[in-house]
């Protein structure tokens, strides 16, 4: 099993950055991909931001340009850069992972974090 654990979430102001962290632990002998999701109140779940295991990313239409996801394999950690933020980015943000790459292409991962908080102001 994967056990994600966020990092970063807070306050900034609309146009500020924030930057996420997230730190994976348990069975990481294997390779595994990663993504992050976001809950606004309200609203359902989406996806943010993937990253497979060939370290092909996708973004949601809604973050693209502003947002970047990268990964350390060698510390298991994944970062999500967040520019230019809006008040509509405010939201619970997660990260996920899985063993299957099919998974995260499908946004279907199997592990979670308890995610953090991030808050844009206007």
């Known amino acids: 099993q994967l056990h994600p654990v966020e990092s970063g979430g807070g306050s900034v102001q609309a146009g500020g950055s924030l930057r996420l962290s997230c730190t994976v632990s348990?069975?990481?002998?294997?390779?595994?991909?990663m993504g992050w999701f976001r809950q606004a109140p309200g609203k359902e779940r989406e996806g943010v931001a993937r990253?497979?295991?060939?370290?092909?990313?996708n973004f949601a239409d809604s973050v693209k340009g502003r947002f970047t996801i990268s990964k350390d394999n060698a510390k298991n950690t994944l970062s999500l850069q967040m520019n230019s933020l809006k008040p509509e980015d405010t939201a619970m943000y997660f990260c996920?992972?899985?063993?299957?790459?099919?998974?995260?292409?499908?946004?279907?991962?199997?592990?979670w974090g308890q995610g953090t908080q991030v808050t844009v102001s206007s």
């Open positions: 348990g069975d990481t002998s294997s390779t595994y991909c």
């Open positions: 996920a992972a899985d063993y299957s790459d099919y998974a995260c292409r499908m946004w279907e991962h199997n592990y």
């Open positions: 990253i497979a295991i060939d370290d092909t990313t």
